[in-house]
């Protein structure tokens, strides 16, 4: 399955890449997660640490839309769809 994948800041200067299309053999967060660190390595600490014990450290939207990501299995995803990842900012 290919789908589209936008990295937005910090992931896109740590990648050294904005967007890209990955062919994945799954259609689970996970299996995009491990894809993208396979690919980038130093997304690793970024993408697979948890600043809260069982959530993910990042924002993710697909199609544009904020996903709740509690257990990274859960989240499916379809052929064609673009998902987004940003970092979890606190401020007010």
């Known amino acids: 399955m290919v789908v ?3 990295l937005l800041v910090p992931y896109s200067r740590i990648a050294g890449a904005r967007s890209l299309s990955l062919d994945i053999q799954g259609n689970s ?3 995009l ?3 993208l660190i396979e690919r980038f390595p130093a997304l690793e600490t970024h993408l697979k640490g948890e600043e809260i014990p069982g ?3 990042f ?3 697909i199609n544009g839309k ?3 990501v ?3 299995s859960d989240i499916l995803f379809e052929e064609g769809d673009v998902i987004a990842f940003t970092r979890i900012v606190a401020g007010g």
Do not use: G, H, T
């Open 4 to 6: 589209d994948v936008e």
């Open 29 to 31: 967060l996970d299996i």
């Open 33 to 35: 997660v491990n894809a």
């Open 55 to 57: 959530a993910a450290p």
């Open 59 to 61: 924002f993710m939207l």
């Open 66 to 68: 904020i996903i709740s």
């Open 70 to 72: 509690e257990k990274q």
